[in-house]
T-cell receptor, first 115, second 113 residues
Framework: AQSVTQPDIHITVSEGASLELRCNYSYGATPYLFWYVQSPGQGLQLLLKYFSGDTLVQGIKGFEAEFKRSQSSFNLRKPSVHWSDAAEYFCAVGARTGGSYIPTFGRGTSLIVHP | NAGVTQTPKFQVLKTGQSMTLQCAQDMNHEYMSWYRQDPGMGLRLIHYSVGAGITDQGEVPNGYNVSRSTTEDFPLRLLSAAPSQTSVYFC????????????FGSGTRLTVV
């Protein structure tokens, strides 16, 4: 069965600093990979996705992620963090569940941004 | 353009009561799913549907029922609420194409006392 690991429960960065959130997955075939963001009291919003092609993908709000097959990773990055980026971030792998592709989510990383 | 609409936003139930969480989408998406979110646990799949009349169980289906009579609606039923079902519930939908991400509703916060 597929699984997703986000090793960092909390990450604290200063505004303007760079950011990298880690995500590792376990799946036997090429997965579909996603990053979502959840602001307090809100639903999840899709930041970016990877399913084939260029391993560096660009998303909304200035985020990017790189798929590394050899490391089974899909880390999320942003060169300069803004205070409004403080939120919960979820990595997900879209893998076969029964006969369908349903995403499995990691436990999330909470991003705290200091002024 | 409403997207995915969940009602109610908040609910308090007594142990043993039943209720239905409503979910509706106006994007003509075939796939719909219900997740529950608990602190430190991420999102766990309860039930999902790949089209009207077709549903299947996810990771944590016990205590929940679903049906999908139309493309638009995917209600989640709690038959006899238990304190362990205290959680935030999210409904999500996507098109058939597997490389699309899900569109999420804003959630229902349920407390069972």
């Amino acid at each position: 069965a597929q699984s997703v690991t986000q090793p960092d429960i909390h990450i604290t960065v200063s505004e303007g600093a760079s950011l990298e959130l880690r995500c590792n997955y376990s799946y036997g075939a090429t997965p579909y990979l996603f990053w979502y963001v959840q602001s307090p009291g809100q639903g999840l919003q899709l930041l970016l996705k990877y399913f084939s092609g260029d391993t560096l993908v660009q998303g909304i709000k200035g985020f990017e992620a790189e798929f590394k097959r050899s490391q089974s990773s899909f880390n999320l990055r942003k060169p300069s963090v803004h205070w409004s980026d403080a939120a919960e971030y979820f990595c997900a792998v879209g893998a076969r569940t029964g006969g369908s592709y349903i995403p499995t989510f990691g436990r999330g990383t909470s991003l705290i941004v200091h002024p | 353009n409403a997207g995915v609409t969940q009602t109610p936003k908040f609910q308090v139930l007594k142990t043993g009561q039943s209720m239905t969480l409503q979910c509706a989408q106006d994007m003509n998406h075939e796939y719909m799913s219900w997740y529950r979110q608990d602190p430190g646990m991420g999102l766990r799949l309860i039930h999902y549907s790949v089209g009207a009349g077709i549903t299947d169980q996810g990771e944590v289906p016990n205590g929940y029922n679903v049906s999908r009579s139309t493309t638009e609606d995917f209600p989640l039923r709690l038959l006899s609420a238990a304190p362990s079902q205290t959680s935030v519930y999210f409904c999500a939908s996507r098109p058939t194409q597997r490389n699309y991400g899900y569109t999420f509703g804003s959630g229902t916060r349920l407390t069972v006392v």
